[in-house]
């Protein structure tokens, strides 16, 4: 074999090798993250006794998700696990010691819900949730990567803003911040990792 049938072949091995890794990359990838965080059976169960943490959890209140902008003046927090017609809820509310009606209470609600019919950001307007719908008057923005879903939290949620957003198919990411939380909330999204 001369030197330019030994350099055709190289080249096309690295051709081959680099097609194999282009093809297996995100597969590597997309098994490397679970398709949907999930609650473990404790974290059911302090759910559904609804049982306190004083003071509350930090960054990694959800296991598999890390809200990297957690605003202070937090004193407890509260795991939320809700299942219903094949969709989990999994997530973390971050409450101050205000009662509900006053307007300078903190509260965050940061949620992951897991519905396998979920690929779109038009998907969250129809999404069976029964708590933090998305059926007020709502506005697309972009915030860091994201295209999100805001709205006015309604009554159920309380005042402040409501977004929510598909981070990957199946898996929907809501956040609801109370009014003094609402400046922080674009950083509270950008720092959202699942």
């Given at each position: 074999?001369?030197?330019?049938?030994?350099?055709?072949?190289?080249?096309?091995?690295?051709?081959?090798a680099?097609?194999?890794?282009?093809?297996?990359?995100?597969?590597?990838?997309a098994?490397e993250?679970p398709s949907?965080?999930?609650?473990?059976?404790?974290?059911?169960?302090?759910?559904?006794?609804?049982?306190?943490?004083?003071?509350?959890r930090?960054a990694?209140a959800?296991k598999?998700?890390?809200v990297?902008?957690?605003?202070?003046?937090?004193?407890?927090?509260?795991?939320?696990?809700n299942?219903?017609n094949?969709?989990?809820?999994?997530?973390?509310?971050w409450?101050?010691?205000?009662?509900?009606?006053?307007?300078?209470r903190?509260?965050?609600w940061?949620?992951?819900?897991?519905?396998?019919?979920?690929?779109?950001?038009?998907?969250?307007?129809?999404?069976?949730?029964?708590?933090?719908?998305?059926?007020?008057?709502?506005?697309?923005?972009?915030?860091?990567?994201?295209?999100?879903?805001?709205?006015?939290?309604d009554g159920?949620?309380?005042?402040g803003?409501?977004?929510?957003?598909?981070?990957r198919?199946?898996?929907?990411?809501?956040?609801?911040?109370?009014?003094p939380?609402?400046?922080?909330?674009?950083k509270i999204?950008?720092?959202?990792?699942?």
């Amino acid at each position: 074999m001369n030197r330019l049938q030994r350099l055709a072949a190289l080249s096309a091995t690295a051709v081959v090798a680099t097609a194999a890794t282009m093809i297996a990359g995100p597969a590597v990838h997309a098994a490397e993250r679970p398709s949907c965080p999930t609650p473990s059976k404790a974290e059911q169960k302090r759910s559904h006794n609804a049982m306190t943490d004083k003071p509350p959890r930090g960054a990694t209140a959800i296991k598999g998700v890390r809200v990297n902008h957690l605003p202070e003046g937090f004193r407890h927090g509260q795991v939320v696990v809700n299942k219903f017609n094949g969709i989990t809820e999994y997530g973390y509310q971050w409450l101050d010691d205000r009662n509900d009606m006053d307007r300078k209470r903190k509260m965050l609600w940061v949620r992951v819900v897991c519905w396998p019919k979920a690929s779109k950001l038009a998907h969250l307007r129809n999404a069976p949730l029964q708590l933090g719908t998305f059926s007020g008057d709502t506005k697309t923005v972009k915030i860091g990567s994201r295209r999100v879903i805001t709205q006015a939290g309604d009554g159920a949620l309380g005042p402040g803003r409501y977004a929510g957003w598909v981070e990957r198919e199946g898996v929907v990411v809501t956040v609801m911040a109370s009014k003094p939380l609402v400046p922080q909330l674009g950083k509270i999204i950008k720092g959202i990792k699942l």
